[in-house]
């Protein structure tokens, strides 16, 4: 028998997926007990390290949520926000921890996730996982902190041509500390999709640009532009390994707490 904590990887078949089930596969600490596809999904009925092409690791792919987080103790989940939102209701019946690592949800959505921390789940939700991006945002609302409005706030993320939502999880975070260190609600500052007659920049806004393209893994910029200078602040992503060993981190450090909501500052002890 087992004694490291069974997790369960929601959208198996996804990029995140395959990635976050060969990092489990290969950690000591943890094991790999359950595999989420969409109902409907080609690899659900097929043993996952097949579908994946390669050797067999004895976890059938299933669509029945409920039943597979009912045999773990962590369920890691990269998928879109309809779903993410279904697996924290029964992560919470379930009373296991839910690493959330789905971009695009919108406030409502996230709103949504509140009763399933309430009932029973400790969710872990970071648009980033990685150490890099958390210790920049916490960088980010220094620096934005330090200057005034003279200096023009610009945060362009670069992904691959298959990501589905803008900005990104990581851009917004980025955003949020900014808006944070000059004590306003991003609401009310954030400049998105600009095209047309747009008109002159307004002081104070924090502006979002999403290039796509290729296989870019994940880049972001934040970029503090006054006149006669402009300070950048970098972040390059060049394997998806990053985020899923950042998933696996929090998946363990939310054994034992409290259910609730938490993010990867909490798990990487940044916050402050
Ligand atoms: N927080 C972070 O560090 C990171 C977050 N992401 C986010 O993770 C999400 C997934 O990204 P990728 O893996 O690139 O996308 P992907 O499109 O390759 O994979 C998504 C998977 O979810 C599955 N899925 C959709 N609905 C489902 C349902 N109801 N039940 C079970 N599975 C379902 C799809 O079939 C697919 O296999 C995106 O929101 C992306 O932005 C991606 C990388 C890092
Ligand atoms: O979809 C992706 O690929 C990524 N999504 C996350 C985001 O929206 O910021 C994190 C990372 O940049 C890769």
Redesign the pocket.
């Known amino acids: 028998m087992n004694e490291t904590p069974g997790i369960a990887v ?8 395959q ?1 976050l089930i060969r990092e489990i596969t290969e950690s000591d600490k943890m094991h790999l007990a359950a595999a ?4 409907g ?1 080609e690899w659900i009925g097929q043993d996952v390290g097949t579908a994946m092409g390669g050797t067999e690791l004895g976890v059938t792919v299933t ?1 029945d ?1 409920a039943q597979a987080f009912g045999q773990v103790q962590a369920v890691i989940d ?6 993410t939102l ?2 924290a209701a029964e992560a919470a019946k379930a009373g296991i921890v839910h690493v ?5 949800m919108s406030d409502d959505e996230i709103a949504q996730l509140a009763p399933a921390a309430k009932d029973g789940a400790v969710i872990v939700r ?5 150490l890099g ?1 958390n210790l920049l945002t916490q960088l980010t609302k220094q620096v934005a902190a330090a200057l005034d409005v003279d200096y023009d706030i610009e945060i362009i993320e670069s992904h ?1 041509n ?4 803008a900005p ?3 851009a917004l975070m980025l955003g949020e500390a900014a808006a944070e260190g000059r004590g306003v609600a991003l609401a009310d500052v954030s400049d998105r999709g600009r095209d047309g007659i747009t008109g002159v920049r307004k002081p104070g806004d924090i502006g979002f640009t999403a290039i796509r393209g290729g296989d870019i893994v ?1 880049e972001h910029d934040v970029m503090f532009a006054a006149a006669g200078e402009r300070i950048i602040l970098r972040h390059v992503a060049s394997d ?1 390994a990053l ?1 899923a060993r ?2 696996l981190k929090a998946a363990l450090w939310g054994q034992g707490k409290a259910p609730g909501e938490y993010d990867m500052l909490d798990v990487l002890g940044l916050k402050g």
Do not use: C, L, W, Y
């Not at 990269?78 to 779903?83: N, R, S």
């Not at 959330?100 to 695009?104: D, K, N, Q, R, S």
């Open positions: 929601t959208g198996a078949s996804g990029r995140m997926g990635m989420v596809e969409r109902p999904h669509d949520a990269f998928t879109a926000p309809q779903a279904a697996f959330i690592g789905t971009t695009g970071a648009g980033n996982m990685s991006v691959h298959q990501k589905v939502d990104s999880g990581t994940g998806r985020f950042g998933a």
